[in-house]
């Protein structure tokens, strides 16, 4: 029983091990590859305000595979990310926005607009 409770308190054992996995597969990447990957992630991690461990794991997964297959194949930095970074990794981000906490704010937002206009729909995504 032990290990459910600490896993709420400190996070799910399995994310961290797939975490320490994402990082050592980063590390094997060659040089300009790795550095691409550990200046996405650092911008992900601090703009994508991901909540939930299993959609960030998914995300990094998903990253890793993205650079480790283009360094296979050999593909250039720029094809992969294109001329403006921050809008590939905001278009990244998109697809994992069920993590992110802002998620949850903008659905109450929403409602609270809704109830105030009369327009409920009966949803209950939160109250102010």
Not at 10 to 27: C, H, L, V, W
Not at 40 to 62: A, N, P
Not at 95 to 107: A, P
Request: glycine share 8%; hydrophobic share 35%; charged share 30%.
């Amino acid at each position: 029983m032990a290990p459910s409770w600490i896993e709420q308190v400190t996070g799910s054992f399995e994310d961290k091990k797939r975490y320490r996995q994402y990082k050592a597969r980063t590390k094997q990447l060659p040089g300009n590859y790795r550095t691409a990957v550990e200046a996405l992630d650092r911008y992900l991690m601090y703009f994508g305000s991901i909540t939930k461990g299993d959609i960030l794991m998914e995300m990094l997964d998903d990253l890793i595979d993205l650079f480790e297959q283009s360094a296979a194949a050999g593909t250039p930095i720029r094809e992969i990310v294109g001329e403006d970074p921050v809008e590939f990794a905001e278009t990244f981000l998109a697809n994992y926005s069920e993590g992110q906490w802002i998620k949850k704010e903008r659905e109450r937002l929403a409602g609270a607009i809704e109830r105030a206009a009369g327009e409920d729909t009966g949803k209950e995504e939160g109250s102010l």
